[in-house]
């Protein structure tokens, strides 16, 4: 009847996926890997586009300050009802990274996402190159 439903990527067994797992080697020093705070980025999907949200350029911007990850990151379009879950996904990825004691998400809108944004993977994964 045209209704969605979204399948959370640990429920993939569901629907005959292979569950991803994601693994990270905890640093010895307790301090928190940006790689792997990129890594863990780049399993986080917009749910109606297969690409993840940095190859989107829809990450602004992340630091890790101590043990907090601060993520800027935008919408493909402000009035995306699927903001709330994009953003729960991050955080809760995000928050698996060893030693990450704190995850803040902040939306922003500025500068506007547009298609400029896409890497070239991502382009070439839409059909767009």
Do not use: C, Y
């Given at each position: 009847n045209g209704n969605l439903a979204r399948i959370e990527g640990k429920d993939a067994d569901a629907l005959g996926k292979e569950?991803?797992?994601?693994?990270f080697e905890t640093p010895s020093d307790g301090s928190v890997s940006k790689d792997q705070v990129w890594e863990a980025l780049r399993e986080c999907y917009d749910p109606e586009i297969p690409v993840n949200m940095v190859e989107l350029g829809l990450i602004y911007d992340c630091k890790v300050v101590e043990?907090?990850?601060?993520?800027?990151?935008?919408?493909?379009?402000?009035?995306c009802g699927m903001g709330p879950s994009m953003?729960?996904?991050?955080?809760?990825?995000?928050?698996?990274v060893p030693n990450v004691?704190?995850?803040?998400?902040?939306?922003?809108?500025?500068?506007?996402?547009?298609?400029?944004m896409l890497?070239?993977?991502?382009k070439l994964e839409l059909g767009m190159l």
């Open positions: 569950v991803a797992v994601s693994s043990n907090e990850v601060k993520i800027n990151m935008t919408l493909t379009a402000p009035g953003i729960a996904d991050v955080e809760r990825k995000v928050g698996q004691d704190k995850v803040s998400v902040e939306l922003v809108f500025d500068p506007p996402w547009s298609n400029d890497t070239d993977e991502a």
